[in-house]
Nanobody, 116 residues
Framework: QLQLVESGGGLVQPGGSLRLSCAASGFNLDYYGIGWFRQAPGKEREGVSC????????KYADSVKGRFTISRDNAKKTVYLQMNSLRPEDTGVYYC?????????WGQGTQVTVSS
């Protein structure tokens, strides 16, 4: 059974950092690009970042470029999202999804709250 499980969220002050993890099970992560999306209360879901199956190609939303870094360790079956210089507007539930596609398989999400 294909499953993605996010972790690493929490409460952080503006300017702080968090590293999110997306652990895969039940399928071969090597063959899948993985994307991170987020959704803030009252706002539409937003694509944050995407990494190709090999890790050679990455994409970022303009709002996070230069602050967030996506990476993957296929041996550990995990994709990471390093988030630095966090801002209050980064607050939301963060989800990972297969194929960087909203029609892919989603995890349950992890809450990130940026507040002083």
């Amino acid at each position: 059974q294909l499953q993605l499980v996010e972790s690493g969220g929490g409460l952080v002050q503006p300017g702080g950092s968090l590293r999110l993890s997306c652990a895969a099970s039940g399928f071969n992560l090597d063959y899948y690009g993985i994307g991170w999306f987020r959704q803030a209360p009252g706002k539409e879901r937003e694509g944050v970042s995407c990494i190709s199956s090999s890790g050679d190609s990455t994409k970022y939303a303009d709002s996070v470029k230069g602050r967030f870094t996506i990476s993957r360790d296929n041996a550990k079956k995990t994709v990471y999202l390093q988030m630095n210089s966090l801002r209050p507007e980064d607050t939301g539930v963060y989800y990972c999804v297969t194929d960087c596609d909203p029609l892919g398989n989603w995890g349950q999400g992890t809450q990130v709250t940026v507040s002083s």
